[in-house]
Nanobody, 121 residues
Framework: QVQLVESGGGLVQPGGSLRLSCVVS????????MGWYRQAPGKERELVAG???????NYGDSVKGRFTISRDNPKNTVYLQMNSLKPEDTAVYYC???????????????WGRGTQVTVSS
């Protein structure tokens, strides 16, 4: 089995910062692209940021210049540094990874259970 576990969410004031982490554990051959998505109440899940195994990144328009995604391949971990947080960043943040399991011919998508981020004064 493969598990993705997020941590680092919480309540923060507007303008503040948080750092999310997501650790992948279990039985797998390799981890390809990783990313963070978020879903606010009544809205569809949206891409926040993605990062390839080689370190190329992409961001949703609403977070460009404020959020930074990074990964530590030996630790099977992806991070999301969130600065200058706004109330509209309030959402459940989910970790995603494309993973190739042993004896599999192609990758499968895995998701964490999510971590709540609330930006409020």
């Amino acid at each position: 089995q493969v598990q993705l576990v997020e941590s680092g969410g919480g309540l923060v004031q507007p303008g503040g910062s948080l750092r999310l982490s997501c650790v992948v554990s279990g039985s797998f051959f390799s981890i390809n692209a990783m990313g963070w998505y978020r879903q606010a109440p009544g809205k569809e899940r949206e891409l926040v940021a993605g990062i390839t195994r080689g370190g190329s990144t992409n961001y949703g328009d609403s977070v460009k210049g404020r959020f930074t995604i990074s990964r530590d391949n030996p630790k099977n971990t992806v991070y999301l540094q969130m600065n200058s947080l706004k109330p509209e960043d309030t959402a459940v943040y989910y970790c995603n990874a494309g993973i190739i399991r042993p004896f599999a011919s192609r990758q499968s998508d895995y998701w964490g259970r999510g971590t709540q981020v609330t930006v409020s004064s």
